[in-house]
């Protein structure tokens, strides 16, 4: 699918073959394909830019690069630090870091994200925000403190014709660059309305990076075309930073509602959804292991990956997000492994503790290989070969719409003596939250009496009792 007005996706090839690609900074390389001339050489446009101004986009100007494994880049590209807070700094950039080649509408979570900084150290980098229809995305790492920010709200008007420059950054190499053009007035042709269009001429390495003016001024942030240059014009960049700001004030003073505009990640895209706010806190008994890996950041260039494919396996199957480093003390609440418990057992009857252990179950449901939903269950009746378990509805609910059951679910259940067996859906009721699971060729051993007449008394002592999927 092409993408209107963004860049041209001649690119796509490019993204599929360039693999084993880290530490290559061969000239054919297109992610570090140079244009105009480098800082380093003094000559150029950097001969025309004051002393100050030419430190400053040395200091604001990042480069990025997606991994989709240890020997393959997704895309690499230029990106300016807009956001340095006391927990993290804010990169602005193209979304084309980490949007599917194959569809425009899905977003790669999976992938690694590394950014250069301008003194050549690595951070590793996580999706905060992005906006869909411009093509940007906001990418934060965690706080680092030496590091400049790029001005991008000053009140200077740009005329047509006046002359800019278009800066970038290559990734292996963290070499700065620089070309000079002039905006035009220029047909935009099939440009999305809200693009403009300088002359300057620049190569992939340079999309997402700043286009200035001679004063330093922030004019816009540069897309990809073959024989001139699209840009999003400073303002439109000034209204989706304003609305990435709500989202995080609407975040935390509201609970999500039907047809919020609020996405949080890893629930799926929904295509009317434009400015979506990833955040992805960290699964707990994971957290040891990743901030062993993390700490390897610390000391220049780390070997991939920072946290391994074990651990991003362990963290999709489980149906959990891959984690950030914004708060590295954060857990996940309400997982499918945190326990709950008191000192009952020995409380209870011997013979009431052992029916208990023996009926009650573990329940999960799959799509393909990954968990949805995990819960406990209790056996109700054996008839002959078959035995059935009362559960929550939720395990077949879909996470889009709370009244529809999903399509295709395998549910697993884990049985007393931990083996795991396959279960299908019977019944449910997703008014009053039950489901009724059959179970094949298994008899248990014991069931609920769910049939006793007792009469429950308020303040009657009682006991929750649960049961983790392993």
Not at 207 to 232: H, R, S
Not at 270 to 291: H, Q, W, Y
Request: with cysteine; net charge positive; proline share 4%.
């Amino acid at each position: 699918m092409k993408r209107e007005g963004v860049c041209t996706r001649s690119q796509t090839k490019i993204q599929k073959v360039w693999t084993a690609w880290r530490g290559n900074s061969r000239p054919d390389n297109p992610f570090e394909e140079e244009f105009g001339s480098s800082s380093d050489s003094g000559q150029g446009v950097w001969m025309e830019l004051s002393e100050e101004i030419a430190s400053n986009l040395a200091g604001t100007a990042v480069s990025l690069a997606s991994f989709a494994d240890e020997k393959t880049v997704f895309f690499a590209c230029t990106g300016i630090i807009i956001v340095n807070k006391p927990t993290f700094t804010s990169c602005l950039t193209s979304l084309s870091l980490v949007r599917s080649v194959d569809d425009d509408t899905k977003i790669l979570h999976d992938m690694t994200i590394e950014v250069r900084l301008p003194d050549n150290k690595i951070e590793l980098g996580w999706l905060q925000f992005y906006d869909l229809k411009h093509n940007v995305a906001v990418i934060n790492i965690i706080r680092y403190h030496s590091l400049q920010v790029a001005c991008l709200d000053h009140q200077r008007q740009i005329e047509s014709q006046s002359k800019v420059v278009a800066v970038g950054r290559c990734f292996n190499s963290g070499k700065l660059m620089a070309t000079a053009g002039m905006l035009t007035d220029h047909p935009r042709g099939a440009y999305r309305e809200e693009l403009a269009i300088s002359t300057c001429e620049i190569t992939m390495t340079g999309v997402g990076g700043p286009l200035v003016d001679f004063n330093g001024d922030f004019i816009g942030m540069n897309f990809y075309a073959e024989k001139e240059t699209p840009f999003l014009p400073r303002i439109k960049i000034l209204e989706l930073l304003s609305q990435f700001r709500k989202t995080i004030q609407w975040f935390a003073t509201n609970k999500k509602g039907p047809g919020s505009k609020l996405e949080r990640f890893p629930r799926p895209y929904k295509p009317d959804s434009e400015v979506i706010n990833c955040f992805t806190p960290v699964a707990p008994g994971l957290m040891d292991r990743l901030l062993l890996e993390r700490k390897s950041l610390c000391f220049g260039r780390p070997g991939y990956p920072y946290f391994g494919v074990a651990t991003k396996k362990e963290l999709r199957s489980n149906g959990y997000p891959l984690p950030i480093w914004q708060n590295v003390g954060m857990r996940l609440l309400n997982n499918f492994e945190e326990k709950f418990s008191e000192d009952i057992w020995s409380k209870l009857e011997r013979n009431v503790a052992s029916n208990m252990s023996q009926s009650v179950v573990a329940l999960a449901s799959f799509s393909g290989k990954t968990r949805c939903f995990a819960c406990t269950g209790v056996f109700i009746d054996c008839n002959g070969s078959t035995t059935r378990v009362l559960t929550s509805a939720s395990l077949v609910r879909t996470s889009d719409d709370e009244n529809k059951v999903a399509d295709n679910l395998k549910i697993v259940v884990c049985l007393p003596d931990n083996r795991h067996t396959r279960g299908t859906l019977q019944h449910y009721s997703l008014h009053y939250n039950i489901a009724v699971v059959h179970i094949k060729n298994f008899c248990c051993t014991q069931t609920a009496q769910i049939d006793n007449q007792m009469l429950i008394k308020p303040r009657k002592e009682v006991v929750a009792i649960g049961r983790i999927y392993q």
